[in-house]
């Protein structure tokens, strides 16, 4: 059982940036992980995904602000959002796949206010 715990969330004014941090209680290395985001009443959408490999995958909306990235020293994988603006709010959640299991953090609120 993996426990993911993310952090970095706040309040931030638009065009302000944050800094998420999710931290495993075991080894990422061999593991893909993702950042994703839930509005209120909107369905859960991927934000960005980190593979083993370094392969990244972002969402559009997110391009060019948003770039994630892992330190597997620390089993902590990082999400630096940058030029941030309202419609970004949501709860960010961490994911982690090792391809037989998929586990979830807790969440850590984002909201940018206008």
């Known amino acids: 059982q993996v426990q993911l715990v993310e952090s970095g969330g706040g309040l931030v004014q638009a065009g302000g940036s944050l800094r998420l941090s999710c931290a495993a209680s075991?080894?990422?290395?061999?593991?893909?992980m993702g950042w994703y985001r839930q509005a209120p009443g909107k369905q859960r959408e991927l934000v960005a995904r980190i593979t083993s490999a370094g392969w990244i995958t972002a969402a559009d909306s997110v391009k060019g602000r948003f770039t994630i990235s892992r330190d597997n020293s620390k089993n902590t994988v990082y999400l630096q959002m940058s030029s941030l603006r309202p419609e970004d709010t949501a709860v960010y959640y961490c994911k982690l796949d090792d391809g037989s299991s998929i586990y979830w953090g807790q969440g850590t609120q984002v909201t940018v206010s206008s």
């Open positions: 075991g080894s990422i290395l061999s593991r893909s």
